[in-house]
């Protein structure tokens, strides 16, 4: 068993290193397609001025150290969080062998699944930074405003449906990709998928700040959070019976936090409004009716077919469906819109041939 455990932590650290060199590896190879390209264009251009690589590398470290800081602090809480966990529960009394199946229950399996659509939701405002900072640097702040609206609308046309679905379906999720879980994981993911949005709003913020040159805001906000995680987890579980939900509450705490303080910062710089109704509250009703369809149609195929795999690979595209006549009649969103989502020409393709969608 620490064998398998063994094997089980290297393949999780090598992944994420693999993963790092493979995205390396297809930049590299972009930059090859297109290099004859860039130096045509470089030889065309007599207006600009020759930098050295020891000042572009300054600039790059200067621009992204704030950043690479303030996710550290961002990741480093869940390290805090399991050690105060074993720590306190430990001090009171509770079994070491238990106690490291609630944590792995929370870290393992309800950490893993919800950080795959964080993934997804978080390169829009990674895409977003070049466009704000070149027109927050020409004084355009309305257009930076309405860049950072398309931002906004693009992550959660992503984020919503992902929170809704893995609520309904948390269940046979967790099943499929952990038989062995004792179902605590899927409660954490029910109670705890609204996060998605909250790290999806967090993620635009922390990018935002960064792209208009205010890389300390987000770290000092990071570490604000972290020091409220910190204390709402250590005043939980020495005065309650919460046991990991604990955790969950503190990691929700920590996402509004780092939310309100960015969002004042926004403000202050940009003055900027998030547009809740067209960038929250379409996408959120939209995904309501597609999270009845893939509960219906996945709980009741498991009733006759004992498969959580069948269910789920059947459920999931009609789902997908349902979100996408939904979005389309509840937000009407423009063929400029639709285009910024990945894969927008085939739905704009889609759209055309629906009745009820009228090109903005």
């Not at 900027?272 to 709980?299: D, F, H, Q, R, T």
């Not at 789920?312 to 937000?331: D, G, K, N, R, T």
């Amino acid at each position: 068993e620490n064998s398998i455990a063994k094997w089980g932590a290297a393949g999780s650290t090598v992944g994420t290193g693999a993963g790092v060199v493979t995205a390396l590896a297809f930049m590299l190879l972009v930059y090859g397609v297109n290099r004859r390209k860039i130096l045509h264009r470089v030889e065309r251009d007599h207006r600009h001025q020759e930098e050295s690589y020891k000042e572009i590398f300054r600039v790059i470290i200067l621009v992204v150290s704030p950043i690479i800081l303030s996710a550290f602090v961002y990741n480093v809480n869940a390290y805090i969080n399991g050690y105060l966990f074993s720590d306190i529960l430990g001090r009171r009394g509770g079994d070491a062998a238990q106690i490291g199946i609630l944590y792995a229950e929370y870290a393992t399996y309800f950490m893993t699944i919800i950080n795959i659509p964080l993934t997804l939701s978080s390169t829009a405002p990674t895409s977003m930074i070049p466009e704000v900072s070149a027109l927050y640097a020409t004084g355009d702040i309305e257009a930076t405003r309405e860049c950072i609206d398309q931002t906004v609308q693009l992550s959660m046309v992503v984020s919503a449906p992902c929170a809704m679905g893995l609520a309904v379906l948390a269940q046979p999720i967790v099943f499929l990709l952990y038989g062995n879980s004792t179902g605590l994981a899927a409660n954490l993911l029910i109670l705890g998928s609204f996060s998605i949005l909250l790290n999806g709003m967090s993620n635009i913020s922390n990018g935002v700040l960064q792209a208009i040159g205010q890389q300390r805001i987000p770290v000092i906000t990071a570490a604000i959070a972290l020091v409220v995680d910190i204390v709402v987890v250590v005043v939980l579980l020495f005065t309650t019976n919460l046991g990991v939900y604990a955790l969950l509450i503190a990691m929700v705490i920590y996402s509004v936090v780092v939310c309100v303080l960015n969002d004042r910062a926004m403000k202050k710089y940009l003055q900027y409004k998030n547009p809740w109704k067209e960038g929250y509250l379409y996408p959120v009703l939209a995904s309501v009716p597609m999270g009845i369809v893939a509960g219906c149609i996945c709980y009741g195929l498991n009733i006759f077919v004992k498969s959580n795999f069948i269910c789920l690979i059947v459920s999931i595209p009609v789902a997908a469906v349902v979100y996408l006549f939904a979005y389309l009649i509840i937000s009407k969103p423009s063929e400029s819109q639709l285009r910024r989502i990945p894969g927008g020409s085939y739905l704009i393709r889609i759209a055309e041939k629906l009745p009820f969608w009228q090109n903005n």
